[in-house]
Nanobody
Framework: QAQVVESGGDLVQPGGSLRLSCAAS????????VGWFRQAPGKEREGVAC????????IYADSVKDRFTISKDSAKNTTYLQMNSLNVDDPAVYYC??????????????????????WGQGTQVTVSS
């Protein structure tokens, strides 16, 4: 069964950095696309960043461009979200999602939650001084 598990959430001061990890298993292929989403209390879930199965195509939300970097290590079946310059708009539960059934998941990813089939339980990111 395909599944993903997030880790790395923590409390960090404004301006600090965190790296989230998304460990995948059971996809039967290395070419699964991965997306990171987040949901803050009282807000809708939003796409943060995604990477295609081959790691060559990425999409970032405007709010995190130039601060967050998504990368995929196929050898470790792990996708990372490096988050720098964290600010008061970033606290949320961060979710990892993956899609490996679609023929185009090797070359594309999506910022739409409905595109993905496997979801993790989420990891909490808190930004506070």
């Amino acid at each position: 069964q395909a599944q993903v598990v997030e880790s790395g959430g923590d409390l960090v001061q404004p301006g600090g950095s965190l790296r989230l990890s998304c460990a995948a298993s059971g996809f039967g292929t290395a070419y699964y696309a991965v997306g990171w989403f987040r949901q803050a209390p009282g807000k809708e879930r939003e796409g943060v960043a995604c990477v295609s199965g081959n790691g060559r195509s990425t999409i970032y939300a405007d709010s995190v461009k130039d601060r967050f970097t998504i990368s995929k290590d196929s050898a470790k079946n792990t996708t990372y979200l490096q988050m720098n310059s964290l600010n008061v708009d970033d606290p949320a539960v961060y979710y990892c999602a993956a899609e490996g059934r679609r023929l185009d998941s090797a070359y594309y990813c999506s910022d739409r939650a409905g595109w993905y089939i496997s979801w993790g339980q989420g990891t909490q990111v808190t930004v506070s001084s």
